[in-house]
């Protein structure tokens, strides 16, 4: 089955430096590459995301960027603010029997020092 | 916006008793998922459901959990007997068909004396 690893497990930064959490995947059949933040207590809500066809998608102060030759993935935070601290998990998804089956990193929980 | 309705927020239970969890997901979202998180730790799937059909339960402890969504909308998971391994949240999630995203509900939190 699919394996994701996700490093580093804590990042701790300063406020207005970039964060980059790296992923990556086993199957390359996987075709679509989510990120959740997680805040505590909190349900893990969707960032950003990126389709096997693209190799980079930005949205404001995020982006994302797949290598698919190298089955890996990377979540870049640029100006980190406080509210940026939370674990955030990316994912990888693929069609199997035909549904979707998604595997989780195990998370990276990021400090913003402000 | 629709979300995901899961309800309790919190349960706190003896072992041996028994615990059940609803989730209703987003109105014509096909699949609906059951993860068991860990804290520190990221979701594990339990149980998915495509309309009304298990396509994935090979993480489920079968001899205490079950689930079911009978008509295809909203779930239920059941542990009988609970344990104290089980203390977790319980996320649930569900999506459209295909790849894409999943969007998760608030969780309930099992904590279990």
């Known amino acids: 089955g699919e394996n994701v690893e996700q490093h580093p497990s804590t990042l701790s930064v300063q406020e207005g430096d970039s964060a980059v959490i790296k992923c990556t995947y086993s199957d390359s059949a996987s075709n679509y590459f989510p990120w959740y933040k997680q805040e505590l207590g909190k349900r893990p809500q969707l960032i950003i995301d990126i389709r096997s066809n693209v190799g980079e998608k930005k949205d404001q102060r995020i982006a994302v960027t797949l290598n698919k030759t190298a089955k890996h993935f990377s979540l870049h935070i640029t100006e980190t603010q406080p509210e940026d601290s939370a674990v955030y998990f990316c994912?990888?998804?693929?069609?199997?029997?035909?549904?979707?089956?998604?595997?989780f990193g195990t998370g990276t929980k990021l400090q913003v020092i402000p | 916006e629709a979300e995901v309705a899961q309800s309790p927020r919190y349960k706190i239970t003896e072992k041996s008793q028994a615990v059940a969890f609803w989730c209703d997901p987003i109105?014509?979202?096909?699949?609906l998922y059951w993860y068991r998180q860990i804290l520190g730790q990221g979701p594990e799937l339990l149980v998915q459901f495509q309309d009304e059909s298990v396509v994935d339960d090979s993480q489920l402890p079968k001899d205490r959990f079950s689930a079911e969504r009978l008509k295809g909308v909203d779930s239920t998971l059941k542990i009988q007997p609970a344990e104290l391994g089980d203390s977790a949240m319980y996320l649930c999630?569900?999506?459209?068909?295909?790849?894409?995203?999943?969007?998760f509900g608030p969780g309930t939190r099992l904590t279990v004396l």
């Open positions: 109105s014509g979202h096909a699949t």
């Open positions: 999630a569900s999506s459209r068909q295909g790849p894409d995203t999943q969007y």
């Open positions: 994912a990888a998804s693929i069609i199997q029997g035909g549904y979707q089956k998604v595997t």
